[in-house]
């Protein structure tokens, strides 16, 4: 049989391109840098702990001696922003969720600490929410048997005030009420707070991928699920509805949440807000890749470097991710 030979437009021959890796390097349209990576941490309300989360291999609950050792360790791979969740004191969790206010919580203490030891080489994040100190574990106050979005309102700036104060560079609304991003910025102006930034979860679905997390933070919801404040699953325009309004409110940062199933969501929020995008690698897609990896079902690097590129080719600016330590120190990126 002869052989065949490509002619004409056959000319064209991508793989030129392709050929070494130094090439490959050179026409890379994707790169990920350190500065890009936010590592999310679970803060105990204690000086010195360390738990292991069953559910996400490599990651521990910490009291704030702990992670105060561990971010300097962090800083020094280059991942120079944090983002804080904290548990409340053992038998403190209510109906209104007071503690996630207290101004010597776990996430206030560690806010203070850290930026107390590295100041402004580090940012420091805050998820504002209540679900880790309701004693239903939902995201906002129950009325009459339903999540009541506008009572909701004061506990969750009051909790985002409390984080400001303590010194908190961003806070990250993560509770899906509606109205929230406006009443926080305007809060954080009238205490004098004016130089913190917002960071929106803008377009957090309700995901079956927050399960480990919810181990993590203790804050699966007692009764019901999350359906009736966090978005719908098949949702796409929604997701630009909702990053459009919480611009509007103010927010400094938009968040879109699962990262891997939506990637045409952070595409299409891309293209629709020229705000900082972030999107958020939750724990159900960090501990897939870990479960697999420990079965010798895939190869840990190869795959964590993929879905990142993926999280930043559709359009992701900032990367929160569980990954980023090892993705650093292991040099898979
Ligand atoms: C709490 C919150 C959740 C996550 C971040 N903030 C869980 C939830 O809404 O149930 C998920 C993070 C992850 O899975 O890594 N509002
Ligand atoms: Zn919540």
Redesign the pocket.
Known sequence: MRELTITGPGRIRPRRLRRTAAMRDLVAETRISPDQFILPHFVLPVERAEEPVPSMPGISLMGVENLLRQVESDLALGIRSVLLFGHPVQGTKSPGGEAAADAQGAVQQAVTRLKAAFGDSLVVMTDV???SYTDHGH?GIIEGGEVDNDRSLRPLVETALSHARSGADVVAP??MMDGRVGAIRDALDTEGLGGVAVLAYSAKYASAYYGPFRDAAD?APAHGDRQSYQMDCRNGLEAIREAELDESEGADMVMVKPALAYLDVIAAVRSATTLPLAAYNVSGEYSAVKAAAANGWLDEARVVRENLMGIRRAGADLIITYHCRDALREKWL
């Open positions: 929410c209540l679900c995201c993560s509770d804050s």
